[in-house]
């Protein structure tokens, strides 16, 4: 039931961007003894109402923990394990191979559409694998 606020902010419900539902599930959690509910971050700096975002401000400490070509291992307060970030551009060109295997799949050129797969799998394989290296040279638990 928390799942649909996990992005809102605590509040009574009146205002923009304001959940009461949030307060009153974690209220709940915490009587029922769940200490899992401590963990769950404090959205109160990022303007969101039940998971649709609007312009988004988190005002979160941040710590860069290395560097791998185009990605960096972040660690965000409140998270338990770092991040991968991206580049922009790499981002953009992952979704265009993407976009472009759907499409060779939509006019049935399976091996065009095959390519592309294998081409956006080989990026994800790369961002995992310097996801790895850069959380081993911290000495840091992998969350899988």
């Known amino acids: ?9 605590e509040g009574d419900g009146h205002r923009p961007g304001s959940c009461s539902a949030r307060k009153q599930l974690l209220a ?5 003894g769940w200490s899992w ?10 303007s969101s ?11 979160v400490p941040a710590q860069l923990l290395g560097v791998q070509g185009n990605y960096s291992l972040v660690r965000w307060e409140g998270r ?11 981002l953009h060109i992952l979704r265009a191979v993407l976009e472009e ?9 399976l091996e065009d559409a ?16 310097s996801y790895q290296d850069m959380m081993g040279q911290r ?3 992998l969350p899988y």
Not at 39 to 46: A, E, F, G, I, Q
């Open 101 to 109: 295997a759907e499409s060779e799949l939509t006019v049935g050129s």
């Open 49 to 59: 109402i039940h998971g649709k975002r609007e312009k988004v401000i988190m005002d």
């Open 28 to 32: 709940i959690a915490r009587q029922a």
């Open 114 to 129: 095959l390519f592309a797969v294998r081409e956006a799998l080989d990026t994800v394989i790369e961002m995992d694998l």
């Open 139 to 141: 000495n840091l638990k």
């Open 37 to 46: 509910v401590d963990d769950v971050p404090d959205n109160s700096r990022v």
């Open 1 to 9: 039931m928390l799942w649909p606020h996990r992005l809102c902010t």
């Open 80 to 90: 338990h394990f770092p991040g991968l970030s991206i580049q922009g551009d790499s």
